[in-house]
């Protein structure tokens, strides 16, 4: 056998070996509706589909695959959520040193709140990390307890901003009702001296995510604010004109907000 005639059989066998991995987790595909589910890598899977969840391209979902639940747990409880939101916030510390910061208190990065600079994972081992459907009463009882601890990568991110000069502005679709217990737990989890924490009001209650985060964009540069970058576990933080020059998404496999 040629080396040529090698190559061609290798590459064979690996066309063949790829795609009957993939095939086998199309939702039509046979092997899924014969009942051979344990034929497929779960781990495989759930690692596709959280990269699927990450770049958006799951779109909108509510609630975990079932036979993700144990994938979720082991990425958050274990190193594997720490390290990506350490290199995310890498990542932006390395943008925000390379601007000359204008000094007039008008350069700003907008922070959002929920798995963004506070971690509710321990609210989210109490429901199965997003295997049911989104509570509001019980997320809003953990909310009043303002005991989030901070995600120590965001931490570290929002004290070099603030060294280098930023004004911080915290954003988040938490209501106005909110504000002391947010207040209150975003000291207890170690943030300082933020330029201002912005809620919905009632005007603001029942718009999405992006559409309520893109009006205050635009209101704060209508204010003179110029965004720098913008910091959030969600595209609907990020998302929608205008834009910061640089958006930082931040890992959540756990929920989805539109
Ligand atoms: C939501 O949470 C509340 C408060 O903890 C609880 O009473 C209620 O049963 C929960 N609802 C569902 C559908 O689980
Ligand atoms: C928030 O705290 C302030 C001052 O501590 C108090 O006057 C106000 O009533 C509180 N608001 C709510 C919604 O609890």
Redesign the pocket.
Known sequence: MTHFHLLLLLSALITVSFSQKILRIFPGDTQISNGNREWINNDLFCDSWRLSVETNNAGYWATIPARCRGFVEDYMKGDHYVSDSEVVAVEAIYFARDFDIAGNGKDAWIFDVDETLLSNLPYYIEVDFGS??F????FD?WVALAKAPALPASLKLYNELQRLGFSLVLLTGRSEAQRNATEKNLLFAGYKNWERLILREASDIGKSALIYKSEKRAQLEAEGFVIHGSSGDQWSDLYGPPMATRSFKLPNPMYFVK
Request: hydrophobic letters at 0%; glycine letters at 0%; a negative charge.
């Open positions: 049911e459907p509570n509001e009463t019980s009882e």
